[in-house]
């Protein structure tokens, strides 16, 4: 089994997954043409595409977007974000999929009206990715220069080639991770989905 292989091993194997991914491949690729600060691809085209490969389902099979986040927090208006939004819709219009891009140094100006909850500032793109409804979101890849993938994966792989869904209870409220996990379970019905803590 890949969750007990040695960590480094685990990475491989996380790349070689996504690799057979080839919206997800050429999503990262455009992503890194853009320059975005502390950017990754992240959450679900990641662990989906891992589920996919261990429930040999196509590679992209019921990935609803691919995540962009980025970090800028030298202009926090809504006009920044979207110029960048804008030019996102340019870079991936023959895509075969929603591509999805957010300023993750926004966030606390509009958590809290969409999930009721305050949400702090974040710091970085990590900071964002930490805070994720499930620990078995919290991925994120990007390329750097000289084609180096940079992999953020701060509960490691385990879960995710385990198909095991774990709450994240440091943000999102309880609503958000259910339902997350319910429209998860419905499309990848092997998975084990953890329940919230009650204590």
């Known amino acids: 089994m890949i969750s007990q292989l040695p960590v480094d091993e685990q ?51 019921g990935i609803k977007d691919y995540d962009l986040f980025y970090f800028d927090a030298t202009d926090l208006s809504w006009a920044a974000e979207d110029t960048v939004i804008q030019s996102a819709k340019q870079v991936f219009a ?23 909850t305050p949400c702090p500032a974040h710091t970085c793109t990590e900071d964002a990715i930490d805070s994720f ?31 095991v869904v774990r709450p994240n209870p440091v943000l999102a409220p309880r609503a958000v991770y259910e339902a997350k996990a319910g429209r998860w379970l419905r499309q990848w019905p092997e998975l084990t989905v953890l329940p919230w803590p009650t204590a």
């Open 11 to 61: 990475l491989d194997a996380f790349r070689e997954v996504l690799s057979r991914n080839e919206v997800l491949t050429e999503v990262l690729t455009r992503s890194a043409s853009m320059g975005l600060p502390g950017w990754y691809l992240t959450a679900g085209c990641l662990f989906q595409t891992v589920w996919n490969a261990v429930t040999n389902r196509t590679a992209d099979a």
């Open 94 to 116: 023959d895509v075969p999929a929603e591509v999805e891009i957010r300023n993750e140094a926004r966030v606390h100006l509009w958590y809290e009206e969409k999930f009721g």
């Open 133 to 163: 409804a499930a620990t078995t979101s919290c991925l994120g890849v990007r390329l750097e220069p000289g084609g180096r993938w940079r992999v953020y994966a701060p509960h490691g792989f385990s879960d995710v080639f385990n198909l």
